[in-house]
């Protein structure tokens, strides 16, 4: 095991299960502090203890990445704690597919507003601590996108809408920031088994979710947390902008 984030100040949204949860673990593991976003505060407590009496250093910050409020208060905790933050990991989200006929609009817009206006929001609190970072080291935000950015799934226009926002929003930003050293990623994974899966309500998507599941050895949060912990141990003038991981039999 290497240590090779020893040193680094970490926030992770979404750190309450799935790729956060794990990316958490994982950061810690390397040697980052690390600061753990959710709205489950028990998850992320029972998480933080884990991370300690493994040797490793964190702690819970219960946050609503839906909330303006919510999010600039956990910033303000996290610098508070830390004294600033240099890894940025934007991977809080929210996949509420349906057919369009019929599909709740209030899914449709807690989908636009956790996935992208709640990264914006991380963003905004977070990107002049980064930027402080990046003069004397490396500096990273990484956003947790989707192959959904490119590849259309029927009954996923919110989702596939807002990891598209996702990935643009993270190549506008390289292009803002990367020239004042802060690195930007956008990591698109395909099929992960995690939670997330199990907030779909329509039959057929979970019948065609199942099936996929089912019929190949997908992606575990475990593999896209080694991408993201490897996208951060770069030198600081090496920048993955944007990072494909599919499950290798997933089509
Ligand atoms: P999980 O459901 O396991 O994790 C989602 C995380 O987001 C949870 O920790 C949840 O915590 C948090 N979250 C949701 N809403 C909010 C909110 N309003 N405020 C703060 N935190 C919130 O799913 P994954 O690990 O799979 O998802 C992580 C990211 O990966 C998402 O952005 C997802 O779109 C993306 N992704 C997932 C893929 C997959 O196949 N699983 C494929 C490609 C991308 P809590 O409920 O405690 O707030």
Redesign the pocket.
């Known amino acids: 095991m290497t240590d090779n984030l020893k040193g680094r100040t970490a926030v992770v949204?979404?750190?309450?299960?799935?790729?956060?949860?794990a990316t958490a673990t994982l950061l810690a593991a390397r040697g980052a502090r690390v600061a753990l976003?959710?709205?489950?505060e028990e998850?992320?407590t029972g998480l933080v203890r884990e991370i300690e009496q493994a040797g490793g250093e964190a702690i819970a910050v219960a946050?609503?990445?839906?909330g303006s409020a919510s999010v600039a208060a956990a910033a303000e905790r996290v610098l508070g704690a830390f004294g600033g933050v240099d890894l940025v990991v934007n991977?809080?989200?929210?996949?509420l597919p349906a057919p369009a006929e019929q599909a709740d609009l209030a899914d449709w817009e807690s989908q636009i507003d956790?996935?992208v206006t709640?990264a914006l929001r991380v963003v905004h609190a977070l990107t002049p601590s980064l930027l402080k970072a990046a003069a004397t080291g490396p500096a990273d935000l990484i956003n947790?996108?989707?192959?959904?950015a490119h590849v259309p799934f029927p009954s996923f226009a919110a989702?596939t809408a807002s990891?598209a926002a996702v990935t643009h929003l993270s190549t506008t930003l390289r292009a803002e920031l990367g020239g004042r050293g802060v690195r930007v990623t956008a990591v698109?994974?395909?099929?992960?088994?995690?939670?997330?899966?199990?907030?779909v309500t329509d039959p057929a998507v979970n019948e065609w979710l199942d099936g996929v599941i089912g019929s190949i050895r997908?992606?575990s949060?475990q593999d896209?947390a080694e991408v993201i912990a490897f996208t951060a141990a770069q030198p600081a003038h090496v920048n993955l902008s944007r990072i494909t991981v599919y499950p290798t039999r997933q089509a």
């Open positions: 949204t979404g750190a309450s299960s799935g790729i956060g949860a976003l959710a709205r489950r998850r992320l946050a609503d990445v839906a991977n809080a989200g929210i996949m956790v996935n709640g947790i996108s989707s192959i959904a989702y990891k698109e994974p395909g099929i992960v088994a995690t939670e997330l899966q199990g907030h997908v992606l949060a896209v």
